[in-house]
């Protein structure tokens, strides 16, 4: 067992632990716990364990009364939120079903410091429809359904495993897979809990973990226009409301991008002070950043008359976009106070205003922006689909967000070198043009048209790269990085290995991939 996943050692809870199989450790520094819904227990996960145990370790837990765990005398959600507080490690990342997501919900709401991030599957924010929420249960059925329960329970849960399959494409061979699952409930537990699924309301704010919502495309339990109340969500094409059951592949591909984005969040106060430490040197050394930058001012047409810089840094395209549109009310945008200090005091506030911001909850009102301007800055938000809210949140209809960032090859051999090294995280991670494109798309943006370049820079030595890369403030700020000071012997091991990649001229080579576009709301 990996030292670092604390499992409660109380009999009562039914648990199974999955260590990760990869042979140098887990790629995530915490586990997953996996939550399951009502009428089930952790076999209703079939091999989706063990899937996902190839790259972290997995936790299952059987909900009280459900499988190997005791019943508990009270069913409230305080009490199951508090039930789960003993049960889980300190700190997780947890995958929660139908039921099973709307706790883990809850819980990532009123403990965030003890979760990573939050996966649920057929999961609504409320089960039983009300009037302000249609997109759930008719109360009627829902009713009906706690009636059958008490009268006759093996009838019910028969009638649970054919909701569960309803529609799905692979329904007839899902339906067999369910019943031969051979679940243990308490008669009470099952009753006060299904009471407990028409009572739970999801918390309508955004959580401050990450989150990834998926979604079978005809679940009979959740209702797919459910998905405009739900952010973050994922629709499975085809999928019942078991889709991690009817179409493994496709959710474990969703999970596993999601985690391994998560594995490399930037750490945005650790991202603001390396750049207001980096404020004077970043102009003499960000001559990629103004090239790449100047090309997307080249790109602008029309008369914006409100244009945000977002990630503004030392206001250099700031002056630009005031010089080529002189009538616009420009304001420049950053996460680093040290940026903005400088910004202000080498561009004055003539025509220019400085505002201390997040991208990803900017202190602008709605429909107020004609054009974002991004030069290198989107990179550092964690959450593209919050992001990507954001900003159409902001601009007006028809305007337009033009942007540049680095993708996942940048500094590939810098990243490739280090991986002769050791197995920590020294270089920063950056979205691919896919998840891009999906994250504008998931926020309603009409027209999308972004492209990728890669363009290869030359140093005269590893050790004139990564100082570059410090004058710029874009070294390595990752979350999950090593706490490990980087050592002259590990630095040697570093340039030996960069060696490979040296070319005839003498200089080693940085390959940057650039994507870049113009997105309209």
Same mark, same amino acid.
């Given at each position: 067992?990996?030292?670092?996943?604390?499992?409660?050692?109380?009999?009562?809870?039914?648990?199974?632990?999955?260590?990760?199989?990869?042979?140098?450790?887990?790629?995530?520094?915490?586990?997953?716990?996996?939550?399951?819904?009502?009428?089930?227990?952790?076999?209703?996960?079939?091999?989706?364990?063990?899937?996902?145990?190839?790259?972290?370790?997995?936790?299952?837990?059987?909900?009280?009364?459900?499988?190997?765990?005791?019943?508990?005398?009270?069913?409230?959600?305080?009490?199951?939120?508090?039930?789960?507080?003993?049960?889980l490690p300190s700190y997780c990342s947890m995958l929660g079903l139908s039921?099973?997501?709307?706790?883990?919900?809850?819980?990532?709401?009123?403990?965030?410091?003890?979760?990573?991030?939050?996966?649920?599957?057929?999961?609504?924010?409320?089960?039983?429809?009300?009037?302000?929420?249609?997109?759930?249960?008719?109360?009627?059925?829902?009713?009906?359904?706690?009636?059958?329960?008490?009268?006759?329970?093996?009838?019910?849960?028969?009638?649970?495993?054919?909701?569960?399959?309803?529609?799905?494409?692979?329904?007839?061979?899902?339906?067999?897979?369910?019943?031969?699952?051979?679940?243990?409930?308490? /008669? @009470?537990? =099952?009753?006060? *809990? +299904?009471?407990? &699924?028409?009572?739970?309301? #999801?918390?309508?704010?955004? %959580?401050?973990v990450p989150v990834l919502n998926l979604l079978g495309e005809q679940d009979?339990?959740?209702?797919?226009?459910?998905?405009?109340?739900?952010?973050?969500?994922?629709?499975?094409?085809?999928?019942?409301?078991?889709?991690?059951?009817?179409?493994?592949?496709?959710?474990?591909?969703?999970?596993?991008?999601?985690?391994?984005?998560?594995?490399?969040?930037?750490?945005?106060?650790?991202?603001?002070?390396?750049?207001?430490?980096?404020?004077?040197?970043?102009?003499?050394?960000?001559?990629?950043? /103004? @090239?790449? =930058?100047?090309? *997307? +001012?080249?790109? &602008?047409?029309?008369?914006? #008359?409100?244009?945000?810089? %977002?990630?503004?840094?030392?206001?250099?395209?700031?002056?630009?976009?005031?010089?080529?549109?002189?009538?616009?009310?420009?304001?420049?945008?950053?996460?680093?106070?040290?940026?903005?200090?400088?910004?202000?005091?080498?561009?004055?506030?003539?025509?220019?205003?400085?505002?201390?911001?997040?991208?990803?909850?900017?202190?602008?009102?709605?429909?107020?922006?004609?054009?974002?301007?991004?030069?290198?800055?989107?990179?550092?938000?964690?959450?593209?689909?919050?992001?990507?809210?954001?900003?159409?949140?902001?601009?007006?209809?028809?305007?337009?967000?033009?942007?540049?960032?680095?993708?996942?090859?940048?500094?590939?051999?810098?990243?490739?070198?280090?991986?002769?090294?050791?197995?920590?995280?020294?270089?920063?991670?950056?979205?691919?043009?896919?998840?891009?494109?999906?994250?504008?798309?998931?926020?309603?943006?009409?027209?999308?048209?972004?492209?990728?370049?890669?363009?290869?820079?030359?140093?005269?030595?590893?050790?004139?790269?990564?100082?570059?890369?410090?004058?710029?403030?874009?070294?390595?700020?990752?979350?999950?990085?090593?706490?490990?000071?980087?050592?002259?012997?590990?630095?040697?091991?570093?340039?030996?290995?960069?060696?490979?990649?040296?070319?005839?001229?003498?200089?080693?080579?940085?390959?940057?991939?650039?994507?870049?576009?113009?997105?309209?709301?």
């Open positions: 067992m990996n030292a670092s996943v604390k499992i409660p050692a109380d009999p009562s809870i039914g648990i199974r632990y999955y260590p990760c199989q990869r042979q140098q450790g887990s790629l995530h520094k915490v586990p997953l716990v996996l939550v399951h819904g009502w009428g089930a227990d952790s076999h209703i996960w079939g091999s989706l364990p063990q899937q996902l145990s190839q790259w972290v370790d997995i936790i299952t837990l059987d909900l009280p009364g459900f499988g190997d765990s005791a019943p508990i005398a009270d069913y409230s959600e305080s009490s199951l939120l508090g039930w789960l507080g003993d049960a039921l099973g997501g709307m706790l883990c919900r809850s819980f990532a709401h009123q403990y965030p410091e003890r979760v990573s991030a939050l996966i649920t599957i057929g999961s609504n924010r409320q089960f039983v429809a009300s009037k302000d929420y249609p997109s759930a249960m008719a109360p009627s059925d829902f009713n009906a359904f706690i009636d059958s329960w008490q009268t006759d329970p093996t009838a019910c849960l028969k009638r649970f495993i054919g909701l569960q399959a309803q529609g799905d494409q692979q329904q007839r061979q899902l339906m067999r897979e369910l019943r031969s699952y051979q679940t243990a409930i308490d /008669h @009470r537990s =099952g009753q006060d *809990l +299904l009471k407990l &699924l028409g009572a739970l309301r #999801s918390p309508n704010s955004v %959580l401050q009979a339990l959740v209702p797919l226009d459910a998905a405009q109340y739900i952010d973050d969500m994922g629709i499975i094409p085809g999928a019942g409301h078991l889709p991690h059951l009817s179409a493994p592949a496709q959710v474990l591909g969703q999970i596993e991008r999601f985690m391994d984005c998560q594995r490399y969040q930037p750490d945005k106060p650790k991202v603001a002070e390396s750049f207001g430490r980096a404020a004077a040197k970043y102009d003499r050394a960000a001559q990629l950043q /103004h @090239r790449v =930058g100047e090309q *997307l +001012l080249d790109s &602008l047409s029309g008369h914006p #008359s409100r244009i945000v810089d %977002l990630g503004c840094g030392t206001g250099y395209h700031s002056a630009q976009l005031q010089q080529r549109f002189p009538k616009a009310h420009i304001t420049g945008v950053d996460l680093s106070p040290g940026m903005l200090a400088y910004a202000e005091s080498k561009h004055g506030t003539a025509g220019l205003n400085w505002l201390c911001g997040d991208a990803e909850a900017l202190p602008l009102s709605s429909g107020s922006q004609s054009l974002i301007f991004s030069n290198f800055a989107l990179q550092w938000c964690g959450q593209l689909r919050r992001l990507a809210r954001e900003l159409f949140r902001v601009l007006e209809p028809q305007g337009q967000l033009v942007f540049a960032v680095p993708g996942p090859d940048t500094l590939l051999e810098l990243r490739q070198a280090w991986a002769q090294v050791d197995g920590d995280i020294h270089v920063n991670h950056f979205a691919s043009l896919s998840h891009w494109e999906e994250a504008f798309a998931s926020a309603g943006f009409c027209r999308i048209n972004l492209k990728s370049h890669r363009l290869a820079e030359q140093h005269q030595s590893v050790r004139a790269l990564l100082l570059e890369l410090k004058e710029v403030g874009a070294h390595n700020n990752n979350i999950g990085k090593s706490a490990k000071m980087t050592g002259k012997q590990r630095l040697k091991a570093l340039y030996n290995a960069y060696e490979q990649y040296r070319l005839p001229n003498g200089e080693i080579p940085a390959t940057w991939e650039i994507i870049s576009g113009v997105v309209t709301r």
